[in-house]
């Protein structure tokens, strides 16, 4: 994540994973969350803070997500029902669980079927926010698989290339694979150029949105740095900017997203159903093609070759995705989350009114 | 494609699909290659031209296929060999065949093996060039599939992001899915800011390349508008260009695609091994998952949101992936292939010293 979306020095403070871990699981089992629930969930979040991924943790995540089960949007106790099955391939019903709640289930339901015939793939509808792409893959590669998933974002954020209206969403996609001695590699995207998660960061952290990165209420890029419009006053780019620059390719795979998630999954396209999002979960077993110790050792000789060839003028290293989150996973390991104390004081306030321990400082 | 790779009108000679096919099948078997495998390479390359995407097709293709068959670099009778398989993946060594040749085995089996089970996965190592990735998920599409492709092209091309050595290479990526009434999805794009092949095709066009299209020799991406420079002079960007622009995107889906290819067919990161390339074939069965006249009437209903939006400032019409690329197919149904002048005369020259059939105006 670019520095202009972290938490500035002066109002951070550090948490344990365990610490948090342990009051978001009360937080949300306070809500009728049963605990598998609500560790599938606050897993999901801790793991992407740990990661630095700070957009889709709990900064975010977890008061929307207590106010849409306030609200009804999305259901705390789901019947969680498998509604297709085949070998290597499923289909879930969420019942309005979260995403969070849905998307380690089915990862590990696409594993399982990976382990017994090579692949597995399943699709989930009417389930709510995954909190990105990240997490999920990575439940394969501590199965020495290659993960991969995609997940349908809520509809109109995201402009076509040369379009004024916003029809698709952000709609996220992830790969990652295991290396041996070299942090995995995780590739864990929005297919529009800024997650909007992140845009709604720099509300809270200052930072000033870069050239290209959206576009006016006419479809026109802004092509200066600029404050954070209010929400409804911009629309999201796909990835890449201007035709010129590549706009058709995160457009375009923001529709294989799309493609994969709600139009597969029977759902329908998210512009035109008021509907829950669906996600959709690939494994791959290394074991069905070549030697999974080959492949590590393959992987770690690339991933080190990226390591150690010679920056650009003006960088001081070359990193591949997954890297930098892997390092903030081991300095996060040690000295525990940087949270805002906006966010604490939220806990500690929410915690105050439900009746919820908390003792976060 | 952009209109500055188009050949230019005073240069073009219309040439149809079959006239073109038959006598570029009659040249590859002029060089022993077997029909089913000369059918093979013709289909792939003229399909792509009959889609405009001349930068994959016979203009830089067929002679450059030849010359390595010429020099022993690929084999044009290969002993295409299953090593390894499962109900639903296989691995196959292409014995040094042109990926163009595999390709629409590989497909195939991939398509067979997701009728039989949901979703069906196909490696292949040890070929050579695929000519882009489009052609084979409308193999798919064919079949009322799901189409996936990756492929490995030559390493030591594209930079990473923030590095000034190039590691990998363009490797292209493909989905296409079909709809009802509406052209198929098509998505097919190399990872790299702009295909090398549409480098070169401007060498022939006259076409200047645009702002961090490219980088110098030493990672700097060039941001004005410049001739092409020589071979060896520039480097690759992956999309996106620049970090802030989101080349972290366009160098990570790269990397995925040398890790579905290069690394799980076993053959190893292709930066270290001075071998033939490895392409990987995936076919969903929408079946598997929905009902398949749904998902197509669902595909039409967001196709048609996309082409009916409101452009753009400046712009006169949205489309998604694939959809100018079956206006060209159409047109060139009717009216044939604008070649450029220089390869009709080149067929014309090579016929005539290897005593091949060739009448083409």
Known sequence: MLERFKVPDKDKIFISETEIYELTKRVLMASGVSEKGADNTASVLIGNDMRGVESHGISNGLRLYLNRYDSGENN???????????????????????????GPIAMEMAIEKAKKYGMGSVSVFNTGHLAGCGYYPL???????????????????????????????????????????????????????????????????GAKLL???????????????????????????PFGGTRENGSHKGFGLGFVGEMMTNILSGAGPAIFNDHQGSDFFVAYSIDAFTDVGKFKTDMDALLRRII??????????????????????????????????EVVEWFEDYCKKNKIDCDLR
């Not at 705390?76 to 849905?102: C, F, M, Q, R, Y």
């Not at 402009?159 to 864990?188: C, H, K, Q, R, Y």
């Not at 903030?328 to 989350?337: A, F, L, Q, T």
């Open 76 to 102: 705390p106790t789901p019947n969680i029902k498998i509604v297709k099955e085949s070998p290597t391939t499923a289909k879930i019903d969420g019942d309005g669980a979260l995403g969070t709640e849905t």
């Open 139 to 205: 439940q394969a590669v501590n199965e020495d698989m290659i993960g991969h998933c995609f997940t349908g974002s809520p509809a109109k954020q995201t402009l076509p290339t040369w379009g004024s209206e916003p029809i698709l969403g952000t709609n996220p996609v992830a790969w990652a694979a295991p290396a041996d001695e070299m942090p995995p590699f995780l590739f864990d995207i929005a297919t529009s150029q800024v997650a909007g998660n992140k845009i709604e960061l720099t509300r809270r952290t």
């Open 211 to 237: 050239p290209s990165w959206i576009a006016d209420e006419d479809g026109e890029p802004i092509m200066e740095e600029i404050e954070t419009p209010d929400k409804g006053q911009y629309h999201l780019l």
């Open 308 to 341: 150690e060839s010679k920056p650009a003028t003006g960088y001081e290293r070359v990193v591949y995705a997954g890297y930098l989150e892997n390092e903030e996973y081991v300095k996060r390991s040690k000295d525990g989350i940087p949270y805002h104390i």
